[in-house]
Nanobody
Framework: QVRLVESGGGLVQPGGSLRLSCAASGNILSINTMGWYRQAPGKERELVASITSGGSTNYADSAKGRFTISRDNAKNTVYLQMNSLKPEDTAVYIC???????????????WGQGTLVTVSS
């Protein structure tokens, strides 16, 4: 079974830091882009950051300067280091890989189940 599994969410005070991880597993041949989305209550899902297998990154304006996305291609794992967290960063953070090439040479999109980040004093 091919899937993405996130970890690292939790409760943190404003100004604090968290590191999220997302590991892809299964019969995977390659993954190009991996990214993090978030969805706050009552709001639409939004892209936070993404990274290609070559290391090119893209950030939402709200994440620039505070969040850093990175990945370990050998482990099919993507990370999101979040610093200087604000209450408005509270959301479910969801890992995404829009084009995963399987060993069958088929391609599919994967979403994780999400991990809750709560920023509150």
């Amino acid at each position: 079974q091919v899937r993405l599994v996130e970890s690292g969410g939790g409760l943190v005070q404003p100004g604090g830091s968290l590191r999220l991880s997302c590991a892809a597993s299964g019969n995977i041949l390659s993954i190009n882009t991996m990214g993090w989305y978030r969805q706050a209550p009552g709001k639409e899902r939004e892209l936070v950051a993404s990274i290609t297998s070559g290391g090119s990154t893209n950030y939402a304006d709200s994440a620039k300067g505070r969040f850093t996305i990175s990945r370990d291609n050998a482990k099919n794992t993507v990370y999101l280091q979040m610093n200087s967290l604000k209450p408005e960063d509270t959301a479910v953070y969801i890992c995404n890989a829009p084009s995963v090439v399987l060993t069958t040479l088929r391609s599919r999109e994967l979403w994780g189940q999400g991990t809750l980040v709560t920023v509150s004093s």
